[in-house]
């Protein structure tokens, strides 16, 4: 089943926070998260595994929290090339080992 | 060096043709998996080959087959062509099957169906 991300689009002023969530009914093994910019291929920025600790780099960091199969994107101090559809992947173990299945998608829109 | 590169970037077919899409992995890696991607859509996931094995396989129909070559470079083909087969195609490269692993996502191929 797909995971759910909210909101489903985020407007900012440049500096300000955001944070993208994404839920799944299964039990999850990782996370991925990705950016995408119109016509471009996704770029990843991060993975989350279970048991794992929280990532980070620059002013983009994750979390994830395996009781409630969740998992939350955040993004201080945004710039400007921020904007894009963010996406978060998710892969549950077993015989979904490898297999990523992608939410719906998490339009952010930086402006000056 | 050089990240996951696809073939063509863009073609346009018609109805019950036969398309070839080919992806050529990051160096070392030898998992090659196959996503399409509808617009205003997240990816969705096609199959997964590693080591020259298919490992996993997306809810498409039997007209969706793949195969990966000794060198790992792979190839997606779709016989029967559907115009609602029209999406972005995307090949991502890690360098293990597993979940926790990263991939990493080549240009596309834009697939057009007239």
């Known amino acids: 089943q797909q995971p759910v991300q909210s909101p489903q689009a985020v407007i900012l002023r440049e500096g300000e926070d955001a944070v993208i969530n994404c839920s799944s009914s299964?039990?999850?093994?990782?996370v991925h998260w990705y950016r995408q910019k119109h016509g471009e291929a996704p770029v990843f920025l991060m993975i989350?595994?279970?048991?794992?600790e929280q990532k980070g780099h620059d002013k983009i960091s994750a979390s994830f929290n395996e009781k409630k199969q969740q998992s939350s994107l955040y993004l201080t101090a945004s710039q400007l090339s921020y904007s894009g559809t963010y996406f978060c992947?998710?892969?549950?173990?077993?015989?979904?080992?490898?297999?990523?299945?992608f939410g719906q998608g998490t339009i952010l829109t930086v402006h000056p | 060096d050089a990240g996951v590169t696809q073939s063509p970037t863009h073609l346009i077919k018609t109805r019950g043709q036969h398309v070839t899409l080919r992806c050529s992995p990051i160096?070392?890696?030898?998992?090659v998996s196959w996503y399409q991607q509808v617009l205003g859509q997240g990816p969705q996931f096609i199959f997964q080959?590693?080591?020259?094995?298919?490992?996993g396989r997306g809810n498409f129909p039997d007209r969706f087959s793949a195969r990966q070559f000794p060198n790992y470079s792979s190839e997606l083909n779709v016989n029967a062509l559907l115009l609602g087969d029209s999406a972005l195609y995307l090949c991502?490269?890690?360098f293990g099957q597993g979940g926790a692993d990263e991939q990493f996502f080549g240009p596309g191929t834009r697939l057009t169906v007239l």
């Open positions: 991502a490269s890690s």
């Open positions: 299964k039990a999850l093994y990782s």
């Open positions: 989350l595994l279970k048991g794992g």
């Open positions: 992947g998710t892969e549950s173990g077993g015989t979904s080992y490898g297999k990523l299945t």
């Open positions: 160096s070392g890696h030898k998992s």
């Open positions: 080959y590693y080591e020259k094995e298919e490992r």
